[in-house]
């Protein structure tokens, strides 16, 4: 099956620098990539999505690329703010795993003041 | 658009015990899933189900878990009986709309004590 490494597992930033986040998967079929940010004691909620027809795509401060070669995909967050600490979570998914959802580990990020 | 149901928000118990959660979907959605989040971890998926038909119930205990969607709209999903390595958050999403984005529900705490 599917299996998604994230890292790193935690990240420091200071207000107004970037932050990136990093994931490998090993199911070349997977086609959809998303990213949920978890606050505490909160749901996932979806932030920004990737799927395996384009390479980039941006949203405000945050960004996604994707490499299918390489199977790895990232995060990009520019300009930092203390709102953004959370935890993130990477996942992939793929149609022949029945489109189920397979999760990183998460990366606990902490935007300092 | 209303969002995923899920109750109750929290729940103690003592191992050996039963305990059930419930979810309602969002409107239209055929795929629910249940996924259980231990502290510090991703989302781990339990059961997917689509429409009122398991999908995928590999990682699902089923010496203890079981999970039903009847009519293919709420789902329960029950423990019996709890041990204390049940502790955690089990999350309900749901799959559907326009971009076929899975959004979460807000989970249930369980504490096994």
């Known amino acids: 099956g599917e299996n998604v490494e994230q890292h790193p597992s935690t990240l420091s930033v200071q207000e107004g620098d970037s932050a990136v986040i990093k994931c490998t998967y090993s199911?070349?079929?997977?086609?959809?990539f998303p990213w949920y940010k978890q606050e505490l004691g909160k749901r996932p909620q979806l932030i920004i999505d990737?799927?395996?027809?384009?390479g980039e795509k941006k949203d405000q401060r945050i960004a996604v690329t994707l490499n299918k070669t390489a199977k790895h995909f990232s995060l990009h967050i520019t300009e930092t703010q203390p709102e953004d600490s959370a935890v993130y979570f990477c996942?992939?998914?793929?149609?022949?795993?029945?489109?189920?959802?397979?999760f990183g580990g998460g990366t606990r990020v902490l935007v300092k003041p | 658009e209303a969002g995923v149901a899920q109750s109750p928000r929290y729940k103690i118990i003592e191992k050996r015990q039963s305990v059930a959660f419930w979810c309602n979907p969002i409107?239209?959605?055929?795929?629910l899933y249940w996924y259980q989040q231990i502290l510090g971890q991703g989302p781990k998926l339990l059961i997917q189900?689509?429409?009122?038909?398991?999908?995928?119930d590999s990682q699902l205990p089923k010496d203890r878990f079981s999970a039903e969607r009847l009519k293919g709209v709420d789902s329960t999903l029950k423990i019996q009986p709890a041990k204390l390595e049940d502790s955690a958050v089990y999350l309900c999403a749901t799959r559907g709309g326009l971009n076929n984005e899975q959004f979460f529900g807000p989970g249930t705490r369980l504490t096994v004590l």
């Open positions: 990737i799927r395996s027809n384009v």
């Open positions: 199911d070349s079929a997977s086609n959809y």
């Open positions: 409107s239209g959605h055929a795929t």
């Open positions: 996942a992939a998914r793929s149609q022949a795993a029945g489109n189920k959802l397979t």
């Open positions: 189900f689509q429409n009122n038909g398991v999908v995928d």
